[in-house]
């Protein structure tokens, strides 16, 4: 059974850095893709960034591009999203979550194996 489990989340000061981490297990699939995605209180389920398991291809929203930055570990099955220079409209449920295709970040729909989130709050 495809699993994802979220950890890293936490209280951090503006101007700080936060490790996400997305452990998975049970894939069966060779070609998928994992998405980070965030929702804030009040708001939609925003995609953050995807990374590709064949060849490692990473997409970014643009916004957050130079603050954000994707990656993974295939030897320990997990994917990292390492935040820097955080903000308080960083603040959200940070999710992980799983699809068998290409990297997209077009919308949660398009993903159908969801974690259980963790919390990031920035504030001083």
């Known amino acids: 059974q495809l699993q994802l489990v979220e950890s890293g989340g936490g209280v951090v000061q503006p101007g700080g850095s936060l490790r996400l981490s997305c452990a998975t297990s049970?894939?069966?699939?060779?070609?998928?893709?994992i998405g980070w995605f965030r929702q804030a209180p009040g708001k939609g389920r925003e995609g953050v960034a995807c990374i590709h398991s064949k060849g490692g291809s990473t997409i970014t929203t643009a916004s957050l591009r130079d603050r954000f930055t994707i990656s993974r570990d295939n030897a320990k099955n997990t994917v990292t999203l390492q935040m820097n220079s955080l903000k308080p409209e960083d603040t959200a449920v940070y999710f992980c979550?799983?699809?068998?295709?290409?990297?997209?970040?077009?919308?949660?729909?398009?993903?159908?194996?969801w974690g259980q989130g963790t919390q990031v709050t920035v504030s001083s």
């Open positions: 049970g894939f069966t699939w060779d070609y998928y893709a």
């Open positions: 979550a799983a699809r068998g295709g290409p990297c997209t970040l077009s919308g949660p729909d398009w993903y159908n194996h």
